[in-house]
C-alpha cells in the first residue's frame, strides 16, 4: 500500500505557483497594454471629430477677416501707406457686426463700383479717359496727401473750405472769405493737371482719394436753380450765354418768352447730340455733367465715396480716414438739408414728356448704377 508524501506534493505545488503568478501578471499587462492603446486610438478618433466639427467655421471666419482688413489697398491705398483705423485693426477674433457696419457700407460702395465698371453693357456709360478735363477737377493736398474730386452741387464749397484749411492758406473755416473759396488764384488749392505726368501718376497711386456724390436728377435740380433761377454768386453767363443757347435749339413752343425751364434743361441734358453745345459752354457743364465725366471712378481707384445723403455720417469718416479728424471738422450741417426729397424731384418733372425723362435717365444711368441709385420708375413709367 502506497503512502502519500505531503511534503512532496507541498513542493511541488509551490514551485508551480511562481510560474502561474507570472503568467498571470503577464496576461494583466497585456490587457492594460490593450486598454491603453485603445484609449489613445479613441482620443485619436476623438480629436479629428472636433477638428472637422470645429474647423471649418474658424477658418471661415478667418478668411472672412482677412478679406475685410485687405480691401483697403484696393479702395485706393497702398499697402502699409497708412495705418488701419481702429475698427479694421487685426485682434486675431472676428470683429463683431456693430463694428463692421459703417466702414462696411463704404467697402460695399467700392465694390459696387468695381462690379459695374467690368459690365460691358454700361462701358460707354461708366467709363472716361482721365483727361485735363478730369484732372482739372481734383484738388491736391500734398501736405496731408490727399486728393479730392470736384463734383458740383454736392456740397463742394465746404470740401473746398476743408481743403483750404489744410494747406494752410487760412487757419480756419470760419476766416475764409466765401469770394475767395471759389477763386483759384486766391485759395491755395493746386489742380491735380498743373503737376507732370509722373507726379499725377504718383499722386493718383499713393494719396486719399474721395469724392461724393447725390441723387443724380436731384444734383441736376440743384444746378438748374442755382445757375438759371437764384444765381447767388452773379454769374451773368449762365442766363445771358448758356440759357438763350439752350432754349434757340430745344424750346418746343417758340412763341414761349419766359427764360429757361426745367424741360429745356432736360431736353439739352438729355440729347445724345449735346457735346456741341457743351464745348461752347466750356467748363461751365462741370455744374451737370456725369460723376463719371468728373472723376473717372472706373480709371481712378477712390478710397473712399461718400453721398450727400448721409453726410452726416460720411463727412467725419472721411476725416478720420484722410488722418485729418484731428485737425479741422466738417462745417455743421442744417437739419434735414441733405434728405432725398421725392416730393420736389416729382414737381420739378411736371409735365416733362417721358420721353424726354427716359433720354435723360438713358445718359445718367452709369452715375444712377455705379454709386446705388435707385431707377426713378415713378417718372419713368
Not at 107 to 129: P, Q
Not at 338 to 353: A, D, Q, R
Request: one cysteine or more.
Amino acid at each position: 500500500m502506497r503512502h502519500s508524501h505531503p511534503q512532496g506534493s507541498a513542493q511541488a505545488l509551490a514551485g508551480r505557483i511562481p510560474e502561474w503568478l507570472a503568467f498571470d501578471n503577464m496576461h494583466h499587462q497585456w490587457l492594460l497594454l490593450a486598454a491603453c492603446f485603445w484609449v489613445v486610438f479613441m482620443f485619436m478618433v476623438a480629436s479629428k471629430f472636433i477638428t472637422l466639427t470645429f474647423k471649418d467655421p474658424d477658418a471661415y471666419g478667418a478668411k472672412q477677416e482677412f478679406l475685410f482688413l485687405t480691401a483697403v489697398p484696393d479702395a485706393g491705398r497702398l499697402p502699409g501707406e497708412k495705418h488701419f483705423p481702429e475698427e479694421l485693426k487685426p485682434t486675431g477674433k472676428m470683429l463683431s457686426s456693430s463694428r463692421l457696419a459703417q466702414p462696411l457700407v463704404y467697402m460695399e460702395r467700392l465694390e459696387l463700383i468695381r462690379n459695374v465698371c467690368r459690365d460691358e453693357a454700361l462701358k460707354n456709360l461708366s467709363h472716361t479717359a482721365v483727361s485735363k478735363f478730369v484732372l482739372d477737377r481734383i484738388f491736391v493736398c500734398d501736405k496731408h496727401k490727399i486728393l479730392f474730386c470736384q463734383t458740383p452741387k454736392v456740397g463742394n464749397t465746404q470740401w473746398k473750405k476743408v481743403l483750404i484749411v489744410l494747406n494752410g492758406a487760412f487757419p480756419s473755416i470760419e476766416e475764409i472769405p466765401e469770394n475767395v473759396v471759389h477763386d483759384h488764384e486766391k485759395n491755395g488749392l493746386p489742380r491735380l493737371s498743373s503737376f507732370s505726368d509722373t507726379e499725377i501718376q504718383k499722386r493718383l497711386k499713393t494719396y486719399f482719394k474721395f469724392f461724393i456724390v447725390r441723387d443724380p436728377f436731384e444734383r441736376l435740380i440743384s444746378a438748374f436753380k442755382d445757375k438759371f433761377v437764384h444765381n447767388p454768386r452773379f454769374e451773368p453767363w449762365y442766363r445771358h450765354e448758356i440759357a438763350p443757347g439752350i432754349i434757340r435749339k430745344y424750346r418746343r413752343n417758340r412763341t414761349e418768352t419766359r427764360g429757361i425751364q426745367f424741360e429745356d434743361f432736360v431736353r439739352y441734358l438729355g440729347d445724345p447730340n449735346h457735346r456741341w453745345l457743351d464745348l461752347q459752354f466750356g467748363d461751365h457743364i462741370i455744374h451737370w455733367v456725369t460723376y463719371v465725366e468728373l472723376c473717372a471712378p472706373c480709371e481712378i481707384k477712390y478710397s473712399v465715396i461718400g453721398h450727400h445723403e448721409t453726410l452726416e455720417d460720411d463727412a467725419p469718416y472721411i476725416l478720420k480716414e484722410a488722418g485729418i479728424d484731428h485737425l479741422v471738422s466738417y462745417p455743421t450741417i442744417p437739419p434735414g438739408i441733405t434728405v432725398y426729397n421725392k416730393t420736389k424731384v416729382e414737381h420739378y418733372f411736371l409735365g416733362i414728356s417721358k420721353r424726354d425723362i427716359r433720354r435723360l435717365y438713358a445718359r445718367f444711368e452709369g452715375d444712377f448704377k455705379l454709386f446705388g441709385y435707385q431707377k426713378p420708375d415713378f417718372l419713368l413709367n
